[in-house]
């Protein structure tokens, strides 16, 4: 019987190194065994050892791959790029967090929403880029177990997060243009704080459910994650059982916070163009075209790439590449915290008018309510 298991082992670990499909092996073995089959990396070589029932070994430590196909000698060219990203990223929204600390003007409902998205697309960054830049420029891509389950934590969290955040920045602008009147008495400083705290803490249900199933599962395989961060989908693949029920879940889960949202949030723009065009001055209707179509370009690139990437292994006919998988999660992760600040908060007249103020007073001049300029006597 011992022989049988062993042949049986070789032939699973033979295909595994063969095409790199660890968990589909697995499963045939189990249902053919009813054992449990536990791969652990030394060196970079695995070590394979059959244990009955549940003693098995646990993994430790968790090793993020990144993109397979890219060559070590581009390494330090990608690190460079995430590392400048996300100097870029967070420098951009933390602007916007002190702009808002230091003007009175800006503490109104509407920057306090767009503060909140603000800290969120910073936390997020936070959360993944800096490993992800270790993991090209030093070649450190392990994390331990424990700090893994954390990360797909928060990044499940702030995803979740930036979802109600839109939700609440689509139902501010509705009352703002289709309800002015009403909107001085309905979006006071405290309701949307309040607003805001509410999305900060439910945000955090799902995807803490999601880690505790985690932390009572069996990850007794390889434990290298195809991916560039640790989240459900990479975890899951590692999972030493049958995970269908598990994805169901967790898809489930994901289209319902995505997309419940974005419900409300195509049907606000709809009444808020219906408004619109109601408008007697053409320049208001350009205006607030403008301003829609460019916050519909960037919900468009946080949720339809979504659907795909969660979508595909429900549809057999539509498939990624482990590159092109990774890129596109990297792209409606990261470019839309990149752009935010100028897309919702630098464009807008109240922070454009600050900037000019701050830069006249650097060159020691000041505006007059006439428009003309006047130096500033400084007193000594």
């Given at each position: 019987?011992?022989?049988?298991?062993?042949?049986?082992?070789?032939?699973?670990?033979?295909?595994f190194?063969s095409?790199?499909?660890?968990?589909?092996c697995?499963?045939?073995?189990?249902?053919?065994?009813?054992?449990?089959?536990?791969?652990?990396?030394?060196?970079?070589?695995?070590?394979?050892?059959?244990?009955v029932?549940?003693?098995?070994?646990q993994?430790?430590?968790?090793v993020?791959?990144?993109?397979?196909?890219?060559?070590?000698?581009?390494?330090?060219?990608?690190?460079?790029?995430?590392?400048?990203?996300?100097?870029?990223?967070?420098?951009?929204?933390?602007?916007?967090?002190v702009l808002?600390?230091?003007?009175?003007?800006?503490q109104?409902?509407?920057?306090?929403?767009?503060?909140?998205?603000?800290?969120?697309?910073?936390?997020?960054?936070?959360?993944?880029?800096?490993?992800?830049?270790?993991?090209?420029?030093?070649?450190?891509?392990?994390?331990?177990?424990?700090?893994?389950?954390?990360q797909?934590?928060?990044?499940?969290?702030?995803?979740?997060?930036?979802?109600?955040?839109?939700?609440?920045?689509?139902?501010?602008?509705?009352?703002?243009?289709?309800?002015?009147?009403?909107?001085?008495m309905?979006?006071?400083?405290?309701?949307?704080?309040?607003?805001?705290?509410?999305?900060?803490?439910?945000?955090h249900?799902?995807?803490?459910?999601?880690?505790i199933?985690?932390?009572?599962?069996?990850?007794?395989?390889?434990?290298?994650?195809?991916?560039?961060?640790?989240?459900?989908?990479?975890?899951?693949?590692l999972?030493?059982?049958?995970?269908?029920?598990?994805?169901?879940?967790?898809?489930?889960?994901?289209?319902?916070?995505?997309?419940?949202?974005?419900s409300f949030?195509?049907?606000?723009?709809?009444?808020?163009?219906i408004?619109?065009l109601?408008?007697a001055?053409?320049?208001?209707?350009?205006?607030?075209?403008s301003?829609?179509?460019?916050?519909?370009c960037?919900?468009?690139?946080?949720?339809?790439?979504?659907?795909?990437?969660?979508?595909?292994p429900f549809?057999?006919?539509?498939?990624?590449?482990?590159?092109?998988?990774?890129?596109?999660?990297?792209?409606?992760?990261?470019?839309?915290?990149?752009?935010?600040p100028?897309?919702?908060?630098?464009?807008?007249?109240?922070i454009?008018?600050?900037?000019?103020?701050?830069?006249w007073?650097?060159?020691?001049?000041?505006?007059?309510?006439?428009?003309?300029?006047?130096?500033?006597?400084?007193?000594?």
């Amino acid at each position: 019987m011992i022989q049988l298991l062993w042949k049986k082992l070789m032939v699973c670990n033979f295909f595994f190194a063969s095409t790199g499909s660890f968990p589909a092996c697995y499963k045939i073995f189990i249902k053919l065994t009813g054992c449990c089959l536990c791969l652990s990396h030394h060196q970079g070589r695995p070590v394979s050892m059959v244990q009955v029932d549940e003693n098995y070994t646990q993994v430790s430590e968790f090793v993020i791959m990144g993109f397979p196909s890219l060559q070590p000698g581009n390494f330090n060219l990608v690190a460079w790029f995430f590392f400048f990203l996300y100097v870029a990223t967070v420098g951009g929204n933390l602007l916007l967090v002190v702009l808002f600390a230091l003007e009175r003007s800006l503490q109104k409902p509407m920057y306090i929403v767009m503060v909140s998205l603000a800290l969120s697309d910073i936390g997020f960054a936070t959360v993944v880029l800096p490993k992800l830049t270790a993991r090209y420029w030093w070649n450190d891509g392990s994390l331990d177990f424990h700090t893994c389950l954390f990360q797909q934590h928060m990044i499940h969290y702030f995803g979740s997060l930036n979802s109600l955040i839109l939700l609440t920045m689509a139902l501010d602008r509705y009352v703002a243009i289709c309800f002015p009147l009403r909107y001085p008495m309905v979006m006071t400083n405290q309701t949307m704080t309040g607003l805001t705290v509410f999305c900060w803490v439910v945000a955090h249900i799902f995807p803490g459910i999601s880690t505790i199933n985690f932390t009572m599962m069996p990850f007794c395989g390889p434990n290298q994650i195809l991916q560039a961060f640790c989240d459900t989908l990479s975890l899951k693949a590692l999972v030493c059982r049958d995970t269908g029920e598990l994805y169901s879940k967790a898809f489930t889960v994901a289209m319902f916070i995505l997309y419940v949202p974005l419900s409300f949030i195509i049907f606000s723009y709809i009444f808020i163009i219906i408004s619109v065009l109601r408008m007697a001055s053409g320049q208001g209707r350009r205006k607030t075209f403008s301003t829609c179509a460019t916050q519909g370009c960037i919900i468009s690139i946080y949720y339809i790439p979504r659907f795909f990437v969660y979508s595909t292994p429900f549809f057999p006919n539509l498939t990624m590449t482990a590159d092109k998988r990774i890129a596109t999660i990297l792209f409606y992760s990261l470019f839309p915290p990149l752009i935010n600040p100028f897309i919702y908060c630098l464009r807008t007249k109240e922070i454009k008018k600050i900037f000019a103020r701050w830069i006249w007073r650097q060159k020691g001049i000041a505006p007059k309510k006439q428009g003309q300029i006047e130096a500033i006597t400084k007193s000594q």
